[in-house]
């Protein structure tokens, strides 16, 4: 298959050698099971099935994780060591999280806890939105920064780095 339109995997450890070569900060970006999910269901249709059939959607969730921890397995065994981790999962937008607390302590945080715990101190969430709802629950799942701390969604950078810029990462 493509990785992007790059034929093979030739291409990828080319440009992970030059990196290595040249003391560069290696950094894989990918979605998250929830964005994944989403991107191919479209939001309505999968906050809609969050509600109606939540075991459908931990079903499709639990695929998706394994098969992104296979991929991070398969790239430690080929050598491409990655410093850090930037996780897409656009879990909120301007007026708050696209569901309720419950709803993701419920369906997604056990999902996020187990791939962020894989991934370790050195990776950043980005969700789109308004983030003070979301923050306390992500910061339990795991997260070891956010991205981005949007203004024009309504959010208040200096209340969330006296809130939290002592234990997370915020840009």
Not at 16 to 26: C, M, N, S
Request: hydrophobic residues 45%; negative net charge.
């Amino acid at each position: 298959g493509s990785w992007f339109g790059y034929p093979d995997l030739a291409f990828y450890r080319a440009r992970y050698r030059k990196a290595e070569e040249h003391r560069k900060f290696k950094c894989l970006v990918f979605r998250e099971p929830y964005e994944c999910i989403r991107e191919i269901m479209g939001t309505d249709t999968m906050l809609l099935s969050m509600a109606a059939d939540p075991d459908l959607v931990r079903e499709m969730l639990r695929w998706n994780l394994d098969i992104t921890l296979q991929m991070l397995d398969m790239l430690d065994r080929l050598g491409l060591i990655m410093d850090g981790y930037w996780v897409w999962g656009d879990i909120a937008y301007n007026k708050g999280m696209f569901f309720s607390a419950e709803m993701y302590r419920e369906l997604l945080m056990p999902f996020h806890r187990e791939l962020f715990q894989r991934l370790g101190d050195a990776m950043i969430y980005h969700t789109d939105g308004f983030v003070h709802d979301c923050l306390p629950l992500l910061l339990e799942a795991g997260i070891k920064g956010i991205n981005p701390i949007e203004i024009k969604a309504g959010n208040d950078f200096f209340r969330l780095v006296q809130e939290y810029g002592s234990r997370i990462v915020l840009t």
